[in-house]
Structure formats: structure tokens, C-alpha cells
């Protein structure tokens, strides 16, 4: 088994940062990737950025330029620099964790873009 936590989340103002982490504990050695996903509220879960162990990254076209994923290191926490965020970035933040037999989730941490 893998738990993860998140957090970071919070209310920002348009063009605000926030920075988001996602902490891995138990069976982790079996981990091959790391993801960021995110649900709004009516709207299906979708996939906002994506690392592999290799430190291969991969974006939603509606994140690129703005989003960072990154990790210290192949197993350490998995980041989510958040810049210039809308309105439209608020959602419900989910890390999930890519095993070898397993997919794994985190509660998920609300981020709310507002004025």
C-alpha cells in the first residue's frame, strides 16, 4: 500500500501562486510516476502535470507555461509550482501515485482562485 499526502492548497487572487506538495509513504519503491490531478466542481477529474522516475514531465495544454511539477529526488515529495493562476484553476488537487500493480490517490487539497 501507498498513502499520500497533500498539501499547500489554499485561496489565492488571480495572477497569485501557490505551490502544492505530495508526500509518498509505504510501498513506494514500487512507484514509476507521480501525478497531479484536479476536479472542479460539475467537471470530470482531469490530468494537470505528470512526472515519471526519470524526471520526464508532461502538461495539460491549459497549465503549460504557468504549472511546475518537480521532485528532489526519484522517491521525495512531488511538487506543483502553481503561477499566474485563474479563476478557472480552482478545483480540488489530487496527487496520485503510478505503481507497478496499483494506483494509488490523496484526499485532495482545495485551491480557490478568487478576488
Known amino acids: 500500500q501507498v498513502q499520500l499526502v497533500e498539501s499547500g492548497g489554499g485561496l489565492v487572487q488571480p495572477g497569485g501562486s501557490l505551490r502544492l506538495s505530495c508526500t509518498a509513504s509505504g510501498r513506494i519503491f514500487n512507484i514509476y510516476a507521480m501525478a497531479w490531478y484536479r476536479q472542479a466542481p460539475g467537471k470530470q477529474r482531469e490530468l494537470v502535470a505528470s512526472i515519471t522516475g526519470g524526471g520526464s514531465t508532461n502538461y495539460a495544454e491549459s497549465v503549460k507555461g504557468r504549472f511546475t511539477i518537480s521532485r528532489d529526488n526519484a522517491k521525495g515529495p512531488v511538487y506543483l509550482q502553481m503561477n499566474s493562476l485563474k479563476p478557472e484553476d480552482t478545483a480540488v488537487y489530487y496527487c496520485?501515485?503510478?505503481?507497478?500493480?496499483?494506483?494509488?490517490w490523496g484526499q485532495g487539497t482545495q485551491v480557490t482562485v478568487s478576488s
Open positions: 496520485r501515485a503510478l505503481a507497478s500493480a496499483n494506483n494509488y
